[in-house]
């Protein structure tokens, strides 16, 4: 047995050429950040495994939603009896969650633009107040919203009711301020010299609104069409409170229903459903969106040309 022998008292330890390179290695602020790499993509793969899985299940040939057994089959999607296609109240689930976003998105945009552009405009001890409940809608939960909307339609404004059309106005009222948020962030960037500038070339306030602002802002004005659309698609407090029976319950209400009860790998097909929705739309308006900021930014460069040539 070997016996370690300590440095004689007032010597340091010979550092070996390993602790150095580790050292010189830590002490480099642009090495390769390979421990915070490391966690982002085990954060990644343990955020996606569980969705993978409950896809994986939607095309399972057997009943069991715990266990995939294949091959791959798409029995729950259009084949079997109890599949989505085939259920009368799945595929109204579906059309009606479109019916839906697409409702409320016709309806919090072009008020979310005014409102924008009002409030970019005006200039008063109320402005902060205004400020202040436009973000309200992110800061209070959705169970109240929801619990109040319920009241308001139940109690006060009777004629209206429970069911689609409370939906509608219910997510709007809540969806409305993203595109508040988001076109005023644009409008802030932009500034105002483009309208003055055509002002001064002899348009009225009305054309330069039309001719010049609203296509600068129509980047902003899709982007906020397709966040609404998508998060109206993954609404469920605000819209499970104002249903009034099956026909007025989205596929996020048909999830949640059939999961407490006994399902079948149907509710994993809704689920994807929802997901490739949501995916598709988002991804999407990110292409078109790069689409219209190039497009913008080449008509700039164009108008600059022009003005350097004159």
Same mark, same amino acid.
């Given at each position: 047995?070997?016996?370690?022998?300590?440095?004689?008292?007032?010597?340091?330890?010979?550092?070996?050429?390993?602790?150095?390179?580790?050292?010189?290695?830590?002490?480099?602020?642009?090495?390769?950040?390979?421990?915070?790499?490391?966690?982002?993509?085990?954060?990644?793969?343990?955020?996606?495994?569980?969705?993978? &899985?409950?896809?994986?299940?939607?095309?399972?040939?057997?009943?069991?939603?715990?266990?995939?057994?294949?091959?791959?089959?798409?029995?729950?999607?259009?084949? +079997?009896?109890?599949?989505?296609?085939?259920?009368?109240?799945?595929?109204?689930?579906?059309?009606?969650?479109?019916?839906?976003?697409?409702?409320?998105?016709?309806?919090?945009?072009?008020?979310?633009?005014?409102?924008?552009?009002?409030?970019?405009?005006?200039?008063?001890?109320?402005?902060?107040?205004?400020?202040?409940?436009?973000?309200?809608?992110?800061?209070?939960?959705?169970?109240?919203?929801?619990?109040?909307?319920?009241?308001?339609?139940?109690?006060?404004?009777?004629?209206?009711?429970?069911?689609?059309?409370?939906?509608?106005? #219910?997510?709007?009222?809540?969806?409305?301020?993203?595109?508040?948020?988001?076109?005023?962030?644009?409008?802030?960037?932009? #500034?105002?010299?483009?309208?003055?500038?055509?002002? +001064?070339?002899?348009?009225?306030?009305?054309?330069?609104?039309?001719?010049?602002?609203?296509?600068?802002?129509?980047?902003?004005?899709? &982007?906020?069409?397709?966040?609404?659309?998508? +998060?109206?698609? +993954?609404?469920?407090?605000?819209?499970?409170?104002?249903?009034?029976?099956?026909? /007025?319950?989205?596929?996020? &209400?048909? &999830?949640?229903?059939?999961?407490? #009860?006994?399902?079948?790998?149907?509710?994993?097909?809704?689920? /994807?459903?929802?997901?490739?929705? /949501?995916?598709?739309?988002?991804?999407?308006?990110?292409?078109?969106?790069?689409?219209?900021?190039?497009?913008?930014?080449?008509?700039?460069?164009?108008?600059?040309?022009?003005?350097?040539?004159?």
């Amino acid at each position: 047995m070997s016996a370690t022998v300590a440095p004689p008292v007032g010597e340091t330890p010979a550092i070996t050429p390993t602790r150095r390179r580790r050292g010189r290695y830590f002490r480099n602020p642009w090495r390769k950040p390979v421990i915070l790499k490391s966690i982002t993509l085990a954060y990644v793969c343990w955020s996606i495994l569980p969705v993978a &899985v409950a896809i994986l299940i939607s095309f399972t040939s057997g009943r069991s939603r715990a266990v995939f057994q294949p091959p791959l089959s798409l029995r729950w999607w259009f084949h +079997d009896d109890l599949s989505v296609w085939k259920n009368s109240e799945y595929r109204n689930a579906i059309f009606h969650t479109v019916r839906l976003g697409l409702s409320v998105v016709a309806i919090t945009v072009p008020i979310g633009t005014m409102f924008a552009l009002a409030m970019s405009r005006w200039r008063s001890r109320g402005t902060g107040a205004v400020n202040f409940f436009v973000l309200l809608a992110f800061v209070v939960p959705e169970l109240i919203l929801g619990l109040a909307l319920l009241v308001t339609f139940t109690q006060l404004f009777t004629f209206i009711g429970l069911g689609t059309r409370a939906q509608i106005l #219910g997510v709007a009222t809540f969806q409305i301020s993203y595109p508040v948020i988001i076109i005023r962030s644009r409008l802030i960037s932009i #500034g105002k010299q483009y309208e003055e500038a055509a002002m +001064d070339l002899g348009a009225s306030p009305v054309q330069s609104l039309r001719r010049v602002l609203l296509p600068m802002l129509y980047p902003a004005i899709f &982007v906020s069409a397709v966040l609404v659309f998508a +998060d109206t698609i +993954d609404e469920f407090v605000i819209v499970r409170y104002l249903s009034l029976g099956a026909g /007025t319950e989205p596929l996020s &209400v048909k &999830v949640y229903t059939a999961a407490r #009860g006994s399902p079948t790998p149907s509710v994993n097909v809704m689920a /994807t459903i929802m997901l490739m929705t /949501t995916l598709l739309v988002v991804g999407g308006g990110g292409l078109a969106y790069k689409k219209l900021a190039k497009q913008e930014k080449s008509e700039a460069s164009a108008v600059q040309e022009f003005a350097l040539q004159i």
